[in-house]
């Protein structure tokens, strides 16, 4: 079953805490990238990686961190210096020039 | 700077009727213009493409207008119906560019009533 998938779907975290979460794909595809939805602002883009091992700062970078050490696989990293963390985080991808695919999302809460 | 501006926020339109959003655009490097559909707690699910040597495409009941000299294109939602009811969102990618990024529009949230 091709596609993108993202976990967990919830995810709670304590302040100060680092969580990741997860996104795979198994459609070949080289581009990834993850998008921070809030309400009303639509899809601001974190980070996105075009080959395995290099990524790129997106619009909103700071507090997160990535790797990309499988062409499968493009984890982020809320890290404890993301003040504000809640939100609705979407991982995406695509061949270099179409349209992106998107996963079902994680919805973060901190606690 | 926000590189797609889009409009309506939200929209409210009755069973049957016409739903409109536009959307707006600087970089003329921009050719290619991807519309998506997202449901609550859903990833966005592509609706339908345009790509700037033509003026309009149709996909059943959603439509796609280009205004290359403009720089603005718009989603046409005929026939309205309360399944389409969701949040809409245009974008637009510069094909050429190495980085490949989709510049996203801050979404239109559409609610048809029955």
């Known amino acids: 079953d091709g596609g993108i998938t993202q976990s967990p779907k919830y995810l709670f975290r304590k302040e100060g805490q680092n969580v990741t979460l997860s996104c795979e794909q198994n459609?070949?595809?080289?581009?990834m990238y993850w998008y921070r939805q809030d309400p009303g602002q639509g899809l601001r883009l974190i980070y996105y990686?075009?080959?395995?091992?290099?990524?790129q700062k997106g619009d909103i970078a700071e507090g997160y961190s990535v790797s990309r050490e499988k062409k499968e696989s493009f984890p982020l990293t809320v890290t404890s210096a993301q003040k504000n963390p809640t939100a609705f985080y979407l991982c995406?991808?695509?061949?270099?020039?179409?349209?992106?695919?998107f996963g079902q999302g994680t919805r973060l809460t901190v606690v | 700077q926000q590189q797609v501006k889009q409009s309506p926020q939200s929209l409210i339109v009755q069973k049957g009727g016409i739903s409109i959003i536009n959307c707006a655009y600087e970089?003329?490097?921009?050719?290619?213009f991807p519309w998506y559909q997202q449901f609550p707690g859903k990833g966005p699910a592509l609706l339908i493409a345009?790509?700037?040597?033509?003026s309009e495409k149709k996909e059943g009941r959603f439509t796609i207008s280009f205004n290359k000299s403009a720089k603005q294109f718009s989603l046409h939602i005929m026939d309205s119906q309360p399944g389409d009811s969701a949040t809409y969102f245009c974008?637009?990618?510069?094909?050429?560019?190495?980085?490949?990024?989709?510049?996203f529009g801050r979404g239109t949230q559409l609610t048809v009533w029955p």
């Open positions: 970089n003329t490097a921009f050719d290619y």
């Open positions: 459609l070949n595809h080289d581009a």
């Open positions: 995406a991808t695509s061949r270099r020039d179409t349209e992106a695919f």
């Open positions: 345009i790509r700037p040597d033509v």
């Open positions: 974008a637009a990618r510069d094909r050429g560019s190495t980085l490949g990024r989709l510049y």
């Open positions: 990686s075009q080959i395995v091992n290099d990524f």
